[in-house]
């Protein structure tokens, strides 16, 4: 098995990227279709959450992309000897993957002290450093490594979905209609499963 440990890593961060852009709230309307990005934007703006009656954290709705883009960096580790393209791709992919998702310009110039962009600012550019960081990632044990692949599953989708299962109800209100699960939630929570069991494989099972 620990020979497609790489293979079942990359194939569950890429699913779970393709539930990132893919829509967690489903609707009719193509423009009322919301992603876990979208979320990150729109759910500030409903009433309850602006007021503080429901609170969220948007920046969960950026976990989605940038944990599967630490296990992509992390991937590389999992070869007995990964050549060039492969051992720098993943970290290198990762941290662009990461840095998709900085605050926008002009925004990202005060973002450090802008209480509405301070925690993405913050969260992407540690995600960044620690996709990069991966590239000595082969220094730690192998069941380490296999312990952090399996938690960043969980980071990446537990979190957001408990999300949305409190803002769901607000959506149902807003758009006047009860409010299903969307394939992205789907597809996130596949590839999750993926690098979870994967990990937990390599953390737990002995040589």
Do not use: K
């Amino acid at each position: 098995m620990r020979r497609w440990m790489p293979w079942l890593l990359t194939l569950g961060a890429l699913l779970e990227l393709a539930g990132a852009v893919t829509p967690w709230i489903p609707h009719r309307a193509a423009a009322l279709r919301l992603t876990a990005l979208d979320l990150f934007v729109v759910v500030r703006l409903l009433p309850p959450v602006r007021d503080g009656v429901v609170r969220v954290a948007r920046e969960v709705f950026l976990l989605p992309l940038l944990a599967p883009a630490l296990v992509l960096a992390l991937a590389p580790t999992f070869w007995t000897r990964p050549r060039g393209p492969f051992r720098y791709g993943g970290p290198l992919v990762g941290a662009f993957l990461a840095l998709t998702v900085l605050p926008p310009y002009p925004p990202i110039l005060t973002a450090w002290r802008d209480p509405l962009y301070r925690g993405q600012l913050f969260l992407v550019l540690a995600t960044c450093a620690l996709a990069l960081a991966a590239l000595w990632a082969r220094r730690l044990p192998e069941q380490w490594r296999g312990g952090l692949a399996a938690v960043l599953a969980l980071v990446g989708w537990l979190p957001p979905f408990l999300a949305v299962l409190r803002v769901r109800s607000l959506f149902s209100a807003l758009y006047g209609t009860p409010v299903g699960i969307g394939p992205g939630l789907i597809l996130g929570a596949l590839g999750a499963g993926f690098v979870l069991v994967a990990g937990a494989a390599v953390a737990l099972l002995r040589r």
